[in-house]
Each structure stands twice: as structure tokens, then as C-alpha cells.
């Protein structure tokens, strides 16, 4: 198995440039400093904060992606980014169907697929998001939720080296209530089942399962100590420079 941890921060809407510029830099600074990093580091910072981020983590090893993409190339599409946009600015990740996108933007599996496969044809690694709601896993419906977003979002020609699952249920994001570590585990698991049936034993084996959902540095050992739990996904906490640092020091 060659999973390494990768701690992947969302900073969601949040920061004007003096900001992003200087949590950017306050992660490249400490991440320099670290000869023998065990997990790998990425930002995903509002589109506008992309270029200068970029800048601000070079040489330091800190990776960068966007939090969407419009699932075609160009064309007359308002406000909307392509993934070959963020390529070329310098970004390797990008994040699609966050729940936040689901909700407020209406993206269906499909949606979220279609642009998946944009981010592949970009060269870009696609950070795929699942996760129930909390009227879903009262129900008792929280496997079946995943499986059925996991199989139609997921981009065709998926492969361990450019797609990333997050899984992120959705009343943990934000909310401070954190999945369990045997939740969380028990999804990741039931997820690596169907890479397995969808995508063969190998690539599933070193497809990276991110959990997300109020992870922070407190919890973060526990979570990251689970068989198929292969880093996080953070929000809330990935705002600050020592609490994103010390996540990513929680490795196993
Ligand atoms: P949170 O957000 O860590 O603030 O809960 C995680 C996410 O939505 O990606």
C-alpha cells in the first residue's frame, strides 16, 4: 500500500489577500523548516487568493487547488472557472460536489462527475465529496447515501494518482460535531469496498479516502489512526497556521 496522509486545507470564503498571504506564508515557513515531512500539505484557497498562494508556498513543497470547477473547457459560462484555469495557475487539486456546492448550488452526482472528469482532462487530481445529511444517517441510510454518491459522482478513467474521495458528512462540517473515529471508519471501509468492485484491488488500495468535517488538531490523531482513514479535509481549522500545522503532524 503507498498511501501517504495528505492534510487538505478548504479555506472556503474566508480571507482577503493580507490574510491568505499570511497563513500561506506561515505554512510555508514551518513546512521548510521540516526535513522529514510525514503527510502531505495542500491549500485550497478562494479563486482570487489562487496566484498569490501559489507564490507564497513555492519551494516549500505545499501544494495548491481550487474548491470547483466548471465542468467544461471555456466558453460563455459567468463567474465560473475551468479546471485548465487553475492548472495553469498553478494548482494540482481541485475540489468537487462539497456539500456546500450540493446545497447552495443545486450539483447533482452527475454534475459533480462531469466536472470531476474536467478536472482529469486538465491534469488536474479531482478531490470528489460525499457525505449524508443528518436526517439520512438517522434513517439509517448513511451507507447506502455514500455508496450511491460515490458510484455516480466518481469520474470515469479514475485512477489512485488523480482522484481523491472526501468523505465529509454533512452534519459535521462546521457544525463542531465531529463523526466518530469508528464512524468515519466504518464509512471509509464500506468506500473502499466499492473502489474495489468499481476500479480493481490496486488502485482502490492506494486511492486516498479523506474524512472532513470538523476535524481539528484535537481530534485529528484519532481520526487519522483508522485502517482506511487517509487524511482530512478541514475547514474551520485549516484557518490557522498552527492548529493546520499540528493536523498535520497527527499522522500515524
Ligand atoms: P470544517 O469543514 O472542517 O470547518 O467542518 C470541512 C469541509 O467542509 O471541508
Known sequence: MARRILAAGNWKMN??????????????????????????????????????????????????????????????????????????????HVIVGHSERRTNHGETDDVVKAKAEAALAAGLVAIVCIGETLEERDAGKTLDVNRRQLLGS???????????????????????????????????????GELVGKLGQGIADDMLILYGGSMNAKNAKELLAQTDIDGGLIGGAALKVDDFMTISHSAP
Open 15 to 92: 480571507g482577503l489577500q493580507a490574510d491568505g498571504l499570511a497563513l500561506a506564508s506561515g505554512l510555508a515557513a514551518q513546512r521548510k523548516s521540516e526535513s522529514n515531512a510525514k503527510v502531505d500539505m495542500l491549500v485550497c484557497p478562494p479563486f482570487v487568493l489562487i496566484s498569490k498562494v501559489v507564490d507564497a508556498v513555492a519551494g516549500s513543497g505545499i501544494m495548491v487547488g481550487g474548491q470547483d470547477c466548471h465542468m467544461t473547457e471555456k466558453g460563455a459560462h459567468t463567474g465560473d472557472t475551468s479546471a485548465w484555469m487553475l492548472k495553469d495557475t498553478g494548482c494540482t
Open 154 to 192: 466518481l469520474p470515469d478513467g479514475a485512477t489512485a494518482a488523480n482522484t481523491v474521495v472526501a468523505y465529509e458528512p454533512v452534519w459535521a462540517i462546521g457544525t463542531g460535531r465531529t463523526a466518530t473515529p469508528e464512524q468515519a471508519q466504518e464509512v471509509h471501509a464500506m468506500l473502499r
